[in-house]
């Protein structure tokens, strides 16, 4: 069984990629990786002789490549599509929206086609398209916006995208959306909150806090650091998007957390307390 995952390079991606490998010994997994600044090749380096993984080098936005994965025409069959491909860094999206709304919008929309004409090849049932070629579009929790007093986020939560990156994401999920009441197609959505674990890139908030703060040099909180969020370990969130996957309900959006709020100031503060490092290297 071949399963399409891309942006598998990535910090979620390649803890997905791992995941599988372990977890489902009869899947090959096909890592589709634009190899941008957050996707890492030694990622899963140790990964390049394994018969179940193969890697391709492209993007999502790439319509004929993808064509070729998803046809089969490529690889042979797949059983299903990940997509975790996107820009994702909130300060890069208000440098440059236009690169996000490429990748995250158009490439989902790429992504979203090639499936539709291949699960279309499976006839329909009921006004649906088969079942037996899935998407599963890997979002984030900030399409709901700032998180309020009560401390969660629900699916039924309105959209409240505050910057670009979200504003994105946003869009890809609302495609997603209109391509399963649309055309039948079995899509499903899942909105994790803020990941943490192996592999993740140095700019994220605990890896960058932890590493300036083990060279001695400030740790940058935005704002007064009360912003509260909500912290999942990534090998909790790729058993949920295990599960999203194989049982999930086509049309539904599913959030995934840890139910671990924290305000920013106090993960900043734990840090430097594990570490033993002085408060004083806070800047607000």
Not at 58 to 83: H, M, Q, T, W, Y
Not at 186 to 192: D, E, K, N, Q, S
Request: proline share 5%; hydrophobic share 40%; with cysteine.
């Amino acid at each position: 069984m071949q399963l399409l995952l891309t942006g598998g390079l990535g910090f979620i991606g390649s803890n997905l990629v791992r995941y599988f490998l372990k977890t489902q010994p009869s899947y090959t997994i096909i890592n589709l990786d634009a190899v941008t600044y957050a996707g890492h090749p030694e990622n899963l380096a140790d990964l390049e002789r394994d018969p179940r993984y193969k890697f391709v080098h492209g993007s999502i936005d790439d319509a004929a490549l993808v064509a070729e994965i998803v046809s089969g025409r490529k690889f042979g069959p797949i059983k299903g599509v990940i997509n975790l491909a996107a820009e994702s860094h909130v300060d890069r999206s208000i440098a440059d929206p236009s690169i996000f709304v490429r990748t995250n919008v158009l490439g989902t929309q790429v992504l979203l086609d090639a499936v539709l004409k291949q699960a279309g090849k499976g006839g329909t049932k009921n006004g649906a398209l088969s079942d037996s070629l899935r998407y599963l579009q890997v979002s984030t929790d900030e399409v709901y916006g700032s998180l309020g007093p009560e401390g969660l986020f629900t699916e039924e939560t309105p959209l409240a995208a505050n910057s670009p990156y979200s504003a994105s994401k946003a869009g890809a999920d609302l495609l997603c959306r209109a391509y399963f009441h649309t055309f039948g197609l079995p899509v499903i959505v899942t909105r994790c909150s803020n990941n943490y674990g192996p592999y993740q890139h140095p700019e994220k908030l605990i890896p960058l806090f932890i590493t300036n703060a083990l060279s001695n040099r400030q740790v940058p909180v935005y704002g007064d650091g009360l912003n509260v969020r909500d912290w999942l370990h990534v090998e909790d969130h790729c058993r949920a998007i295990d599960i999203a996957f194989h049982q999930g309900r086509p049309g539904e959006v599913y959030n995934i957390g840890g139910n671990n709020e924290w305000k920013n100031i106090e993960i900043t503060k734990l840090i430097l307390s594990e570490l033993g490092k002085p408060e004083s290297l806070i800047k607000f």
